[in-house]
């Protein structure tokens, strides 16, 4: 083929910025017939045709279509380069994904935690792509409403991206979202509390600790975002100390109404 990797992306990323989506997807569907024409030699651009056909589908809610992209790419991938590498890593992760936003959230957590375990292995527990991983399982649990292990891997994904330079936005970003999962592990456990049961004794200790973390979560949200967010952080602040009466959400209200915002950042996909 005469388009090298290289010339690939540098064509893709002119579409990208263009946000023309019919050319994207046109560019990479005339580039997988090239590359169907003439295989020899040029599995890495198949993978990265597949890859980013699946994720541009998958952008657009094409799902089975996504699905159908990153399955081409896991099987060139095992063929060409095996299943215990980074690529085949990158192939699950990317599948996952899409498997996430259609609803089917064990074949998710599946395909993330096998993702996990081949970067582990590959001794990638630092990069960027342990952590999104990381990130991505957060989420799964997140809407499968199980807040402990949420909380446990954005920690965790935190933690690396918090060694990384140019993170601000991600650090910032997580910050929030666990300022959120924290918030709703104590709303959960003051609900059974006020509905006056036993279960509440014990649901509520892991919550309490997760209190002072909510605060400590918006307050470093707060020094990597914009100053507008700091009202936000009182509204939080001061719906928590209402937390047992009706008055929470009239505090909320307030705020919301006041900054015509949402109070948190809604989770990133």
């Known amino acids: 083929m005469q388009q090298t990797l290289q010339t690939f992306y540098q064509n893709l990323?002119?579409?990208y910025a263009a946000g023309d989506v019919d050319q994207m997807e046109r560019f990479l569907l005339e580039t997988e017939a090239q590359y169907r024409?003439?295989?020899a030699?040029?599995?890495?651009?198949g993978i990265a045709v597949y890859n980013e056909l699946g994720s541009l589908y998958r952008g657009i809610s094409r799902y089975d279509?996504?699905?159908s992209s990153f399955q081409h790419a896991r099987q060139l991938v095992e063929?060409?380069?095996?299943?215990?590498s980074v690529q085949y890593a990158t192939v699950l992760n990317n599948m996952a994904g899409t498997c996430r936003l259609m609803g089917h959230f064990d074949d998710a957590l599946r395909l993330f935690h096998m993702a996990e375990q081949i970067y582990a292995r590959a001794g990638e527990e630092q990069s960027y792509a342990y952590a999104s991983v990381l990130n991505n399982m957060s989420l799964v649990y997140r809407e499968l409403e199980d807040l402990s292990p949420a909380i446990d891997y954005l920690e965790k994904a935190l933690e690396i991206i918090q060694t990384m330079p140019n993170t601000q936005q991600e650090i910032a970003i997580t910050y929030n979202n666990l300022a959120a999962m924290y918030r709703l592990s104590f709303l959960q456990a003051?609900?059974?509390?006020?509905?006056?049961?036993?279960?509440?004794?014990?649901?509520?200790e892991h919550p309490r600790e997760n209190f002072p973390r909510f605060f400590q979560c918006l307050y470093r949200f707060r020094a990597f975002s914009q100053p507008f967010i700091y009202p936000v952080h009182i509204a939080a602040?001061?719906?928590?100390?209402?937390?047992?009466?009706k008055k929470a959400f009239g505090v909320l209200r307030r705020f919301l109404i006041q900054l015509k915002r949402p109070l948190i950042v809604m989770l990133r996909i």
């Open 13 to 15: 990323e002119q579409y």
């Open 37 to 39: 024409k003439n295989t």
């Open 41 to 45: 030699g040029a599995a890495e651009i």
């Open 65 to 67: 279509a996504s699905i």
């Open 79 to 84: 063929k060409e380069i095996g299943t215990d």
């Open 190 to 204: 003051a609900q059974v509390i006020c509905n006056g049961t036993r279960a509440g004794i014990v649901l509520s």
């Open 237 to 245: 602040r001061d719906s928590v100390l209402y937390i047992f009466s």
